[in-house]
């Protein structure tokens, strides 16, 4: 339940990974393939590669590849078309990491992938067949630092995805989504008894699209956060935090958040804790020009509002010697969550 994270802690939190350089140069490679016995089509492999080293003795590089093949799946019912589609990815990474001293490191990053998906389907006007090119990319710039007490770390990064959809009966489809971040966040002790932690984030997400009226529609989103680990004795920690989010069409939000670890004796320990957060539609969903045609065809809802959502939880766990057990009840109330609705010709199994 940390504070760190707010109007994405619904839906994900973007996350620069990458493996760490190695201080040897060391490689790895793995592969699968498959023949689904059960049914028609489904066939699939999948090929990666690994390596990292230093480049000099304080520059290291990491880089990865990977290629992923999936046939698509016929229906059982009606074989000339696809129950689940196919898809074609090659993604590849590469991080330069550069060690300032011994206490900072800065490092480049650069991920890409091109995927293509396919399937042969059905909808209002017939067979076709539909195809999705999907190019995402990002590149990003990291620092990692430690000093005294704590932790500090910032990025930034920009992160483009183009989408285009085509089918043999005409229909085509295309958008590209650009998102730029920066964000920053350290950790200092207060004493014995606390970890306070501050940061903040700025975030711009673009879309382009033929279909708006203006060609592109853009919006931008800050965060500021602060949270303070607590350690009141042996047998008690607290970590209370609160986020402030102001979005660009929807205002500010304030998410607090607490949760409290409580070692009631040698073996039992007792958790708990209730969290609030928001995810801000994102501006495909909320447009009212959007649409994007494919088996389905999408509109943006300029009425959604963002997704509310207070969370509970409260665990006990017993460990004793090899034996370990746990029972954990949590609450999920959410208000306005986001959603897809069939608005017309939901009878047909696409269009």
Known sequence: MSSLYGSEALGGVINIITKPV??????????????????????????????????????????????????????????????????????????????????????LTVLGSEEERWRDTYGRRGDYRGDYDIDRYQTALSYRGRFGSGPLEGSIYRSWEDADYRTTAGFTSSNTLIEDVAEVHGSTALGENHLLSLGGEYRQEALKNRLLRTGETDATHWALFAQDEISLGEALAITAGLRWDHHEYFGSEISPRIYAVYKATDKITVKGGYGHGFKAPSLKRVSPDYVFRGPHTFHGNPNLQPEVNDSFELGVSYAYADLEAALTLFRNDIDDLISYECITNCDQRFG
Not at 67 to 72: A, P, R
Request: glycine residues 12%; aromatic residues 6%.
């Open 22 to 107: 190695s201080d040897t140069w060391q490689g790895v490679t793995n592969g699968s393939l498959g023949t689904p016995t059960d049914r028609d089509g489904g066939d699939h492999y999948r090929l990666a590669a690994h390596g990292s080293g230093p480049l000099t003795h304080n520059i290291g590089l990491s880089f990865s590849v990977e290629k992923v093949y999936e046939d698509d799946t016929r229906d059982e019912d009606q074989p000339q078309y696809s129950e689940l589609e196919g898809k074609e990815i090659l993604a590849g990474e590469a991080t330069l990491s550069f060690a300032l001293d011994e206490r900072q490191t800065l490092e």
